[in-house]
């Protein structure tokens, strides 16, 4: 990616309270908080679960493209979509207990 920026890109940077709102929330708001999310998770014993949400991640992003930039969902990424959501559910899910009785 670097040497594709130097080829096609000046390099300057155009300050503006725009940019630098978004950086900050992007820095902070995202990143540190998700981080730190993730950390307290694993620290919780919840590593399996921590692992199937990162699955969740691409339906996420495109229901958010769709919502907010007015992207098209086909009908092939809605399938995906449910497809994946209800295998992290499937795998998140608690197994039902058995139980014993009548077969003494």
Known sequence: MAILTYSFETGEIIWHVDLILALVWLVFGLSVSAILLLMLMI?????????????????????EAWWLFD?????IALLGIVITVT???LALKKPAVKSNRGTE
């Open 43 to 63: 620290r919780l014993g919840e590593v399996s679960r921590v692992a199937s949400y990162f699955y969740l991640v691409p339906p996420l992003t495109a229901v």
């Open 71 to 75: 992207e098209q969902l086909s009908s």
């Open 87 to 89: 295998g992290v559910y």
